[in-house]
T-cell receptor, first 114, second 112 residues
């Protein structure tokens, strides 16, 4: 069935370093790939997304890359700051065909040490 | 001016009880969802409604019954609560074909 694998499950970096989180999806019909940040006790919040007609997208310190052939997509955070500490979720979906349903990865707990 | 709001934020109840969670969105979206986040933080879709019509019903026990009186509201009623129902339940909404999903603040349900 549909599945999204995300790794690593935990990631600890020093402030100023880069962080990379990787996801793999199984459903080749997926064409929409959002990333969510969830702080402790809060709701998941969309931070960036990418659609299948684009290979890379950047927004200030965060960027996403997509390899449709390999069914991989990644989140890159540069110049990490303590406030980047949170759980990050990747997701995959096909809004036009699947009623907006998103399949989420297992989450990555990112810790940025000052 | 909260975009997706759900109530209550916390719900503690005994096994066997029936409870409801309410959700409202003021974004003008046509699709609303219920997601469940378990103790391991895993987020899984339960239901999706588009223009008040049920379009996704994942393998959720019949004890869970969503109701959408209009496009802006999607409530979740749970009968005969079990210990395993303890989780955080998130309401969410989107324009179906746009994909961008916005989440409510969550309801932490604890069944004792």
């Amino acid at each position: 069935g549909e599945n999204v694998e995300q790794h690593p499950s935990t990631l600890s970096v020093q402030e100023g370093d880069s962080a990379v989180i990787k996801c793999t999806y199984s459903d080749s019909a997926s064409n929409y790939f959002p990333w969510y940040k969830q702080e402790l006790g809060k709701r998941p919040q969309l931070i960036i997304d990418i659609r299948s007609n684009v290979g890379e997208k950047k927004d200030q310190r965060i960027a996403v890359t997509l390899n449709k052939t390999a069914k991989h997509f990644s989140l890159h955070i540069t110049e990490t700051q303590p406030e980047d500490s949170a759980v990050y979720f990747c997701a995959a979906g096909s809004p036009y065909n699947q009623g907006g349903k998103l399949i989420f990865g297992q989450g990555t707990e990112l810790s940025v040490k000052p | 001016d909260t975009a997706v709001s759900q109530t209550p934020k916390y719900l503690v109840t005994q096994m066997g009880n029936d409870k409801s969670i309410k959700c409202e969105q003021n974004l003008g979206h046509d699709t609303m969802y219920w997601y469940k986040q378990d103790s391991k933080k895993f987020l899984k879709i339960m239901f999706s409604y588009n223009n008040k019509e049920l379009i996704i019903n994942e393998t959720v026990p019949n004890r869970f019954s969503p109701k959408s009186p209009d496009k802006a509201h999607l409530n979740l009623h749970i009968n005969s609560l079990e210990l395993g129902d303890s989780a955080v339940y998130f309401c969410a909404s989107s324009f179906r074909q746009a994909g961008l999903v916005f989440f409510g603040q969550g309801t932490r349900l604890t069944v004792v």
